[in-house]
């Protein structure tokens, strides 16, 4: 796959790919025994999210070792999920999405001041 930037990913996913990109590349007999561990996956069931996110373009499996490497950055992927939720919940405006978060979330003063200081870095 050529565009990368289309790519969405499940959470399950998004496990992979978390251990891939902390690793740059990886044996898939690593990701199934780390999976396992820490979300108690079984080995096929890892193996077959890591060939959804072959045929998905995301990761390239390379022999000997069915090493695995992503395809896409985490950053695209976040700007992938942020746009289709921005588009899906909030109208595709941005606005509306960081109105409804200030408006529902606890945040502190210290939490509003930062976030005023980025925006007014972007001014």
């Not at 595709?92 to 210290?110: F, G, H, M, R, S």
Request: hydrophobic share 35%.
């Amino acid at each position: 796959m050529d565009n990368t930037s289309d790519i969405r990913l499940h959470q399950g996913e998004l496990y992979v790919m978390e251990l891939i990109w902390a690793n740059e590349a990886l044996p898939a007999k690593d990701i199934a025994a780390l999976v396992k561990e820490y979300i108690g996956w079984e080995k096929n069931t890892t193996y077959t999210v890591i060939n959804r996110l072959i045929n998905k373009g995301a990761v390239t499996r390379s022999e000997p070792g069915f090493i695995c490497t992503s395809n896409i950055s985490k950053e695209t992927v976040q700007k992938t999920e942020t746009d289709y939720l921005v588009n899906q919940l909030y109208d595709n405006k941005v606005k509306n999405l960081i109105t409804d978060y200030i408006a529902k979330q606890n945040l502190t003063v210290e939490d509003l001041r930062e976030m005023k200081k980025l925006v007014d870095r972007y001014l």
